[in-house]
């Protein structure tokens, strides 16, 4: 059974940084692609950005240039580091992966059926 263990999460100044962490289990690690995703309260929960499991990164053009994904297949994590915090960029945060897939093929929630429990971030202005 696959769980994802989203964490990292907490309030944070404008301008402030974070960076989460996905623990992933009950999957072959290597071969998934890794989005993170967002839900804000009232909104969709919308993608932010994804890794391949070569490396491939793609970004929501709203996170460009700020946050940055990372994997250690070692230790079957994936990491949101997360640089100038925005008010905006207040929601859960949720993990999920899916094998073979591209980082751009990751970047719609409407893949998955299942989550972790996310991670709140909350930024205040």
């Known amino acids: 059974q696959v769980q994802l263990v989203e964490s990292g999460g907490g309030l944070v100044q404008a301008g402030g940084s974070l960076k989460l962490s996905c623990a992933i289990s009950g999957t072959t690690f290597s071969i998934d692609a890794i989005g993170w995703y967002r839900q804000a309260p009232g909104k969709q929960r919308e993608s932010v950005a994804a890794i391949s499991q070569g490396g491939s990164t793609n970004y929501a053009d709203s996170v460009k240039g700020r946050f940055t994904i990372s994997r250690d297949n070692a230790k079957k994590k994936v990491y949101l580091q997360m640089n100038s915090l925005k008010p905006e960029d207040t929601a859960v945060y949720y993990c999920?992966?899916?094998?073979?897939?591209?980082?751009?093929?990751?970047?719609?929630?409407?893949?998955?059926?299942?989550w972790g429990q996310g991670t709140q971030v909350t930024v205040s202005s």
């Open positions: 999920n992966r899916r094998p073979l897939l591209s980082a751009q093929a990751m970047g719609s929630a409407n893949l998955f059926r299942s």
